[in-house]
């Protein structure tokens, strides 16, 4: 397993986490041998946002002394009143459902300010005693960061402006990231994805994933398979459906992403998983799988390193994660950022044009190192 800082609340979170919803309503024993199997390979984050008092016990009764080596993601204003998940803004519903995870797990590493999805949300959350109680949560120590789920890039992006919040739960998946920013990603589940008005790396997300990585808030990934829909001939809206390990690649390859917590309901599925880690370079590689959709963002870099090997060495997918990070405020670039530039090399670029070549998205890959040298490393 590997671990990443997850931005700011400065945890090391594992590469691949754990969202347990696939449990509910399962026998305990199945949730016990699947955590084990998770543990087992290291995994350390946990998502729990199902409501149910059963599953809750089941996950606590299985972790028992382990508590401590996990954090767990807990989401504030997740319910199921009348026995289906719900979103409440409610605050005696709202704290009736989250002291019960309190009480089970006797802290919340990561208190989310569930599905922040809309204007509305945003308000009845930042506008209301929502807010003021998960500040109250952390400053007792209940939950130790503020955190947030969400599916729209907008509204995501207006929560972070707020600088309350210090990680994000997001849904990533390539198709999901094409999907023009006006458009439900539901719609698009719901009733299958519709290749025509996929249209290349949207801007808004991509902006978002920059600014993430601008104010160090570290994300964690929902949907990564697009709730398996992008591995099904039937479903997937490219010429070939992708594979698990080309998922899980895209969304660790986003700029600000820590984890990817993928939905596993079995050990076989667990242990499916986990061989992302002894995958080949040519099983993760997701770049020529997603460019047979319309493109209307060619040139923009999608960091898959389909260009690579660079013969001087240049890790050209990080160069211009940083570039683009530099250039959503050239005046004005976060020491981080220089710093983990200066331990890159895109000056010794020889422009021979090999990367330029393998590209699939028509990437100006030698005027990018030239730029990234002039604004990060000031040459
Ligand atoms: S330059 Fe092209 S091939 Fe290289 S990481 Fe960017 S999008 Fe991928
Ligand atoms: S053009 Fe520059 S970055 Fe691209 S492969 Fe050649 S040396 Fe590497």
Do not use: W
Request: charged share 25%; with cysteine; hydrophobic share 35%.
């Amino acid at each position: 397993m590997n671990y990443r800082e997850l931005g700011k609340t400065g945890k090391k979170v594992s590469e691949i986490g754990f969202g347990l919803e696939h449990l509910d309503r399962k026998p305990y024993a199945q949730v016990e041998e699947t955590l084990n199997e998770a543990l087992r390979h290291g995994v350390n984050l946990l998502d729990i946002f199902m409501p149910g008092t059963e599953v809750r016990e089941n996950i606590q009764k299985a972790l028992s002394t382990r508590r401590k080596d996990v954090y767990i993601q807990g989401h504030i204003g997740s319910t199921d009143v009348g026995k289906q998940y719900d979103i409440s803004r409610d605050m005696p519903t709202v704290k009736k459902y989250f002291e019960e995870m309190l009480r089970l797990y006797g802290y919340i590493d990561f208190g989310m300010l569930f599905f922040i999805d809309s204007e509305e949300d945003y308000k009845n959350v930042f506008e209301t005693e929502f807010i003021t109680y998960a500040e109250r949560l952390k400053k007792n120590g209940d939950i130790h960061h503020i955190g947030f789920s969400s599916h729209n890039p907008v509204t995501a992006t207006k929560v972070i402006e707020t600088g309350t919040v210090e990680m994000m739960m997001f849904s990533i998946n390539p198709a999901f990231d094409m999907i023009p920013v006006e458009e439900s990603v539901f719609d698009h589940l719901d009733n299958n994805f519709k290749a025509d008005v996929l249209r290349g790396l949207d801007p808004k997300r991509a902006e978002l994933y920059k600014l993430c990585t601008q104010k160090n808030i570290g994300i964690t990934v929902m949907k990564a398979l697009g709730s398996g829909k992008l591995l099904s001939p039937e479903h997937t809206p490219y010429k070939k459906p992708l594979t698990t390990y080309q998922c899980v690649h895209y969304a660790l390859s986003r700029p600000a992403v820590a984890s990817v917590l993928p939905g596993c309901q079995t050990i076989e599925e667990m242990a499916q998983i986990m061989g992302y880690f002894s995958a080949s370079n040519a099983e993760k590689d997701y770049a020529e799988a997603i460019s047979t959709v319309r493109n209307d963002f060619a040139g923009n870099c999608v960091y898959c390193s389909h260009c690579q090997p660079c013969p001087v060495g240049i890790d050209i997918a990080t160069v211009t994660k940083y570039l683009d990070i530099g250039h959503l405020d050239e005046g004005n670039i976060p020491p981080s950022i220089r710093q983990h530039y200066a331990a890159l090399n895109s000056a010794d670029c020889i422009e021979c044009g090999h990367c330029e070549k393998r590209c699939p998205f028509g990437v100006p890959v030698i005027k990018n190192m030239k730029d990234a040298a002039r604004i990060l490393g000031g040459k």
